[in-house]
């Protein structure tokens, strides 16, 4: 290979890279513009992961029967179904959430849709494990920020009212000085762009090796 496609094969591969991150980014924006309660949070992601995973294993059992041009338009009619199942059983059991979610909950689909096509970068075909890492990523950035947007923002966390639990923990010092801009779809982005900056920093830390204190070096015979 010349060295020109060697170049151009490397940039391939950062690129490839980094599409994993970016397509969650994307994937967090309608989610971001919910009210920031963990809840949510956990009904969203919990739509996705599902969504993600049985997409994969029907895809993967039809995948002799669907032409390549088609697998696009297959997926998201699977995904549409999913998801819209979904959100018939959260407005069945969970109708207070589903009231508050209103729109984004369907909106899920284009989520399902942005975080499936990394297997384009990839340039493989992902087993139903790689989606599941995929989809525990997503609950695991969206459930994040949004623990951080409540607990500063608001003062609380909005869990399950189970039992005699009404279902919110309220924290005494946070509740009675929240900032109430990081509650605000704004302040979404802002929490989200911390926590990437955290995690590059942490990333792109440089590892300490251990430096070899022997000197000893053997006589010339």
């Known amino acids: 290979m010349s060295r020109e496609g060697r170049e151009i094969k490397a940039v391939a591969e950062r690129v490839s890279e980094s599409v994993p991150t970016v397509a969650l980014v994307l994937a967090l924006a309608p989610a971001l513009a919910v009210s920031p309660l963990v809840a949510n949070a956990v009904v969203l992601s919990l739509t996705v992961t599902i969504t993600l995973v ?10 002799r029967w669907i032409p390549d041009h088609l ?9 549409t179904v999913l998801v819209t199942l979904l959100d018939m059983l959260t407005r069945a059991y969970l109708p207070q959430i589903a009231a508050t979610l209103g729109i984004v909950h369907p909106m899920m689909i284009v989520s399902c849709l942005i975080l499936s096509r990394r297997r384009v970068a990839s340039r493989r075909k992902p087993t139903p494990t790689d989606t599941l890492r995929t989809g525990l990523h997503f609950v695991a950035w969206l459930i994040g920020v949004t623990v951080v947007r409540e607990l500063v923002g608001v003062g609380t966390l909005t869990l399950f009212p189970f039992g005699g639990f009404g279902g919110v923990l309220v924290v005494p010092v946070l509740s009675e000085h929240p900032l109430r801009m990081v509650a605000l779809a704004p302040g979404g982005f802002l929490v989200l762009g911390y926590l990437l900056a955290l995690r590059n920093a942490r990333a792109s830390r440089p590892s300490h090796t251990p430096v070899s204190t022997d000197t000893t070096q053997e006589a010339p015979q």
């Open 54 to 63: 049985g997409c994969r294993l029907i895809i993967d059992a039809a995948d």
């Open 71 to 79: 697998s696009t338009m297959v997926y998201l009619t699977v995904a």
